[in-house]
């Protein structure tokens, strides 16, 4: 069906009850007003995002190595890290930084080959204080304009290295072991008025909770499509990203959409 407002408030509050079932039952979640506002209270409430938080340190971005290496940070989180991170939405803070200078005084669970950019936890707000007390938030302002679609090939899961905290579980994504034929998928991301940091945030939220949801497996070949806006689209979408439209903050937004079996 093509992306319509009442769309995008249904996908939203889904996401939300699925995030945090015991408290979606009593808010109001019937328009994005209220959705806004039932956020606002989740955050607000002691303990309700478990302080679960990843830290990407980017030194150098380009789109597509982001994408591929945000789906490998993302396979190699354990089972019992994922848990509480999926109540915490996903929450990721992006940081300006060189990896290679930083691999000495951190523990990162996943560093880029070309190392572009680590990724650490996700954990407790704690696991990184002192990595967020040291560099600056990342500076993406720059709009991020058009751009011809890309293919990436989702690589496997990292090798396992010392990690940031206490983990014992297995890779949350697809188990170790388990084999299906490579899918091809297109990601579509919106580009008007959409910022490099929108951008990296709201690609973020969709790859890592489709990696978690079994969505995305290695070897499967997603192809980034930019496009203006993803309202009116009618594709097959299996995962949609939502969030309150920066402009027109009573409205919501698609910001990116991962499709069906292309």
């Known amino acids: 069906m093509p992306i319509t407002p009442e769309l995008l408030l249904s996908v939203a509050a889904e996401r939300l009850r699925t995030a945090l079932p015991e408290l979606a039952g009593r808010l109001d979640l019937s328009s994005p007003q ?3 506002a039932a956020k606002a209270e989740i ?18 971005f380009s789109l597509d190595g982001w994408v591929r290496e945000t789906c490998r940070f993302a396979l190699g989180v354990p089972e019992d890290r994922a848990a509480p991170w999926r109540r915490a939405f996903t929450r990721t803070v992006f940081l300006a930084g060189r990896p290679e200078n930083l691999r000495e005084r951190f523990a990162f669970e ?23 007390r040291l560099l600056k938030t990342f500076d993406g302002r720059r709009p991020l304009g058009s751009r011809p679609p890309l293919t990436v090939e989702v690589p496997a899961a990292p090798a396992a290295g010392p990690p940031a905290g206490p983990a014992t579980g297995s890779p949350a994504g697809p188990p170790a072991g388990s084999r299906r034929r490579p899918r091809d998928r297109d990601l579509y991301l919106a580009t008007a008025g959409v910022t490099v940091s929108d951008a990296l945030v709201q690609l ?3 790859l890592v909770e489709a990696v978690l949801d079994g969505l995305i497996h290695p070897g499967d070949r997603l192809t ?5 806006r993803l309202t009116g689209m009618a594709v097959p979408f299996t995962a949609l990203r939502i ?20």
């Open 34 to 36: 209220a959705l806004r």
């Open 43 to 60: 955050t607000a409430r002691d303990g309700a995002a478990d302080g679960t938080v990843a830290v990407a340190v980017i030194g150098r």
């Open 110 to 132: 996943h560093i880029a080959p070309d190392g572009s950019a680590a990724w650490a936890g996700p954990g407790t707000d704690g696991d990184s204080a002192s990595l967020r």
């Open 204 to 206: 973020n939220h969709l």
């Open 224 to 228: 980034l499509r930019p496009v203006p």
């Open 243 to 262: 969030d309150t439209d920066t402009h027109h903050p009573h409205k919501l937004q698609a910001y990116a959409g991962l499709t069906e079996e292309t």
